[in-house]
T-cell receptor, first 114, second 112 residues
């Protein structure tokens, strides 16, 4: 099956710094990529949807200036958490969708802000 | 926003027993999918059932879909300790841009 990778798998950063998370579709081209956030023992909440070459569409309540999404190519999307705070600590999961609508998930990135 | 509500939120059973998890949703769907997530790990796709299907099987998994009640169930038969995980339903809705929307999840613990 199709593979989606995320890097890094874990990151610890200090409050006020920025962190970039990469999401790559390894063996297919992703017309659309999604970023989800998951708090402990909770479900996945969609943060934003991005299409290659265009601006991301953010869900209500998600600050676009804080969570910068770049979908520069059909195989790469990045999420940058700017000026991170402890409350941004979470599990971030990306997902990539193929042209025929199949959606594949990355393994997730655990962000801890100290 | 979450489309699905899952029931129960947590389930603890003994190895060998069957586990049933339910998912209800609010709007019309194209398909409904079940995923598994081990603690702190990514999602694993288990099974997809389309809106015109009523039941699907995959190994020890059985999924039903009742579109009139807007509900689905996931049955795991002869559970094993390795089935311990969180299980999520997710719906794909045309009106929502074909996005996947996840339910709250059921945390299943299978005791050896």
């Amino acid at each position: 099956g199709a593979v989606v990778s995320q890097h890094p798998s874990r990151v610890i950063c200090k409050s006020g710094t920025s962190v970039k998370i990469e999401c790559r579709s390894l063996d297919f081209q992703a017309t659309t990529m999604f970023w989800y956030r998951q708090f402990p023992k909770q479900s996945l909440m969609l943060m934003a949807t991005s299409n290659e070459g265009s601006k991301a569409t953010y869900e209500q309540g998600v600050e676009k200036d804080k969570f910068l999404i770049n979908h520069a190519s059909l195989t790469l999307s990045t999420l940058t958490v700017t000026s991170a705070h402890p409350e941004d600590s979470s599990f971030y999961i990306c997902s990539a969708r193929t042209a025929n609508g199949e959606q594949y998930f990355g393994p997730g990135t655990r962000l801890t802000v100290t | 926003s979450q489309q699905g509500e899952e029931d129960p939120q947590a389930l603890s059973i003994q190895e060998g027993e069957n586990a049933t998890m339910n998912c209800s949703y609010k709007t019309s769907i194209n398909n409904l999918q079940w995923y598994r997530q081990n603690s702190g790990r990514g999602l694993v796709h288990l099974i997809l059932i389309r809106s015109n299907e009523r039941e699907k099987h995959s190994g020890r998994l059985r999924v039903t879909l009742d579109t009139s009640k807007k509900s689905s169930s996931l049955l795991i038969t002869a559970s094993r300790a390795a089935d311990t995980a969180s299980y999520f339903c997710a719906t794909r809705t045309e009106n929502a841009g074909n996005m996947l929307t996840f339910g709250g999840g059921t945390r299943l613990m299978v005791k050896p």
